[in-house]
């Protein structure tokens, strides 16, 4: 009674309250089972911007994506860092960030990630490209008839080995692809659990985790760092940056390499998995899909042969229309990050036309891009997958509407404003690639008929992963001579 007491009154000028019936949970417990769902009845409730008392917070929502920019844009009042910070090292165990203990390494570490985007990231892709077909060599070199595999497992092996010898290089005395595939079978234990690490559940609690963590860092030791040969210039910087801070132990450099490595293939993996399963499942997308590339190889003057060995620079996938708009597709379906900003003082947010409210210190803001990713208002038919939904007239397609107005923000799977994903231009890269290689040489079909759904376990972190794998089929194209 005393804690239903004390719980907090709206305050002029503040957003609309809804604390929920529980005591402390308050609403945690539907949002967790169905967010867009429980956000969509407080948004008729409410109005398009209230506070929600979830696990122990009080989170203010803004669910107009005409007024997004609002808040993307208020660096100083919202701040995304101690949050992001907190949560990172304790995940990944690496001391906090703190700028007293180690000047300017946020910022050193922010400037590396210009080698990901602009002309650098074109000797990123093209290393990308040959370990992807140097995979693709080794898995399908033998196969002649259908074979049937697991999608997840499918995407998941090939990108993990492709994205690890591209950033982090090649063990020149191990046997390559079974020392990578033992880390990817930890990164995979890891990574069910992260959720769970997220929500600071102790680690004690989570079975072997601790154990695997401490196995995934301890690749990334300085003796085992310095024998990797062809690490790509990324990694080798960011390498070079934490070498600089005695302050760091061997294993505190370690971890941020691991968690570089979480970052790197964490969200990929269920993007890449999405994105071939809409493909195969709407075999109309596929054609169309592959009719582009027949054609970019045509134009190019490249043929399939057996020795996989195509090559497709970066602005030839950047002109690839109809495989960027069924990507976009497939994440604006799957991405379910929750952009959060802390209050930093009481201040009043100014939105659009003569609208403020009033917030309060310590307070969180949050979009929630599913709300837009799933409005009827924005994308026609939102729950069905339209490979082209993303072309006009040929070209790729930026005008949505919501209330009559362009919208700015209208696809956000990599998060906005200063915690935009760095990876963006990559990871984007890598999916078409991964995708390329396997429309030009296999032929797919579904094998069970089921319609996956999403587990929501991850609601909030990311793409979320599929309730459980689904099987399909794959056999050689027939090559051209
Ligand atoms: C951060 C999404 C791929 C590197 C983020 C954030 C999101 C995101 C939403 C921001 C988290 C926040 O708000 O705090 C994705 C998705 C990907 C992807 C959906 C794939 C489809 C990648 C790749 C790399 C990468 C391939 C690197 C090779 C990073 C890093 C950060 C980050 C380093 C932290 C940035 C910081 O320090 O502020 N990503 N990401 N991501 N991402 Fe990605």
Redesign the pocket.
């Known amino acids: 009674a005393l804690l239903l007491y004390n719980r907090r009154r709206r305050k002029a000028g503040e957003p609309p309250l809804d604390n929920g019936w529980l005591p402390f949970f308050g609403w945690a417990f539907k949002f967790g089972k169905d967010p867009l769902k429980f956000l969509n009845l407080q948004q008729k409730k409410h109005g398009d911007i209230f506070t929600s008392y979830l696990a122990g917070k009080y989170m203010t929502f803004i669910l107009d994506p005409t007024q997004y920019q609002y808040v993307i844009k208020q660096a100083k009042h919202l701040d ?2 101690e ?2 910070n907190e949560f ?1 090292s304790r995940t990944f165990d690496y001391p906090r960030i703190t700028e007293a203990k180690f000047p300017q390494l ?1 910022d050193n ?2 400037r590396i ?1 210009k080698i ?1 985007q602009g002309r650098p990231l074109d000797k990123l892709t093209d290393s990308m490209m040959g370990n992807l077909q140097h995979v693709f060599k080794w898995k399908f070199s033998q196969a002649t008839d259908w074979r049937t595999e697991k999608m997840y497992q499918f995407c998941c092996d090939i990108i993990f080995e492709a ?1 690890f010898m591209t ?1 982090y290089g090649k063990d020149p005395v191990a046997d390559g692809h079974k020392l990578i595939s033992e880390i990817r079978e930890n990164f995979t234990k890891f990574d069910a659990k992260f959720p769970y690490l997220v929500l600071n559940v102790p680690i004690a609690l989570l079975g072997a985790t601790r154990k695997i963590r401490e196995e995934l860092i301890r690749i990334f030791f300085p003796n085992k760092m310095e024998k990797r040969s062809e690490v790509s210039d ?1 990694v080798q910087t960011r390498k070079n940056v934490l070498d600089q801070y005695d302050v760091l132990q061997d294993h505190d450099r370690a971890a941020h390499h691991f ?2 490595l979480w ?6 993996i ?3 998995f999405w994105a071939l399963y809409y493909l195969v499942k709407h075999p109309e997308a596929l054609k169309a899909v592959r009719k582009e590339l027949d054609h970019l190889l045509q134009s190019t003057g490249q043929k399939r042969g057996p020795n996989y060995d195509i090559h497709i620079t970066r602005d030839q996938l950047d002109s690839l229309v109809v495989l960027g708009s069924a990507i976009n597709e497939s ?1 604006r379906l799957c ?1 379910a ?4 900003r802390v209050v930093q003082e009481d201040f009043a947010l100014e939105l659009e036309g003569d609208q403020a409210y009033n917030l309060r210190k310590g307070d969180i803001v949050a979009i929630y891009p599913p709300t837009l990713h799933k409005d009827p208002e924005v994308y026609e038919d939102p729950e069905a997958y339209k490979y082209d939904r993303y072309i006009e007239d040929g070209k790729e397609k930026t005008t949505f509407y919501k209330k009559g107005k362009k919208l700015k923000h209208f696809l956000m ?4 404003g ?7 231009f ?3 890269n ?2 078409k690639q991964f995708l390329a290689v396997i429309v030009l040489y296999l032929e797919m079909e579904m094998v069970e008929n089921k319609i996956l759904k999403q587990d929501n376990s991850r609601t909030g972190l ?2 979320l992963l599929p309730e459980s794998d689904i099987k399909f089929r794959y056999k050689p194209r027939k090559l051209v001579s």
Request: glycine share 8%; proline share 6%.
């Open positions: 995304f860092r949050f992001a990172a946020r570490m922010h990630y990901m994205s950033l990324l968690a570089f970052a790197s293939v964490g969200n990929t269920p993007a890449a994440l991405s990050s929750m952009n959060i799977p990599f998060g906005s200063a915690t935009k994903c760095p990876g963006r990559f990871a984007v890598e999916i990311g793409i």
